[in-house]
């Protein structure tokens, strides 16, 4: 049976603004007690295989995340996400690969044409790393999607196009037993396309304004006293 993970964690953040454009660089630290990863092993009598999730002692997790936001103007917007960190595991029975590094780069833009158009483009970038029991190569895939909405902001249609590129892969092999190897690979065929209609009925409402704020605005009674 599995034990629940317990996370202790520790950030230190820094923001900085400019005119155009602002940085958010943070710098973290986790020990997880009880982490479980997916495990696959040979079962020599069957010739088959066990995938299941195993306890490990501990792991730890240091690494640091950039986010930039950019307003080049007032059509165009930017933004991109930096995550790079090291991972160990902590185990006194199982083998597994120790010290792997992780980087994942997000960007995203956005333009908008005239106030009824406008195009938005993201992507998303995982370096090659190193699993517990092997590895996973490279993956990435870019999306785009056009927006076209009414004037008086009632409606809007969303088209989406997912995996633009044709590059969203998963490719993972295993290194940890030199008895058995596996390797998984799987890929989209097509561009995925998906339409959305979104049509508001009508407008938020005002804000309630707090109670204290009221009694506040109300004439204070005078205690004569006797």
Not at 9 to 32: A, D, M, P, V
Not at 185 to 210: C, E, H, M, Q
Not at 219 to 224: A, R
């Amino acid at each position: 049976n599995l034990k629940p993970e317990y996370v202790n964690n520790l950030e230190l953040g820094y923001i900085k603004y400019w005119k155009k454009l602002s940085l958010n660089q943070s710098f973290y630290y986790r020990h997880i007690n009880n982490s479980f990863r997916r495990t696959v092993t040979a079962n020599y009598v069957t010739g088959g295989t066990i995938v299941k999730f195993d306890n490990l002692s501990s792991a730890e997790l240091y690494g640091t995340e950039m986010v930039i936001n950019a307003n080049f103007s007032k059509a165009w917007k930017a933004n991109s996400t930096i995550n790079l960190y090291q991972q160990f595991y902590n185990d006194d029975y199982l083998i597994y690969n120790n010290g792997a590094l992780y980087m994942t780069v997000q960007l995203g833009a956005t333009y908008n044409i005239n106030p009824q158009w406008s195009i938005q483009f993201n992507g998303r970038y995982n370096a090659p790393f190193v699993t517990p029991q092997g590895k996973i190569k490279a993956m990435g895939n870019g999306n785009l999607a056009f927006r076209y909405g009414a004037k008086n902001d009632r409606w809007n249609i969303v088209m989406r196009l997912a995996d633009i590129f044709k590059t969203q892969t998963f490719n993972i092999y295993s290194t940890s037993d030199p008895n058995y190897f596996f390797e998984g690979y799987r890929r989209g065929d097509n561009t995925n396309v998906g339409l959305t209609f979104t049509y508001n009925l009508g407008k938020a409402s005002k804000p309630i304004k707090s109670v204290r704020k009221e009694e506040e605005k109300q004439p204070q009674m005078v205690d004569p006293g006797g």
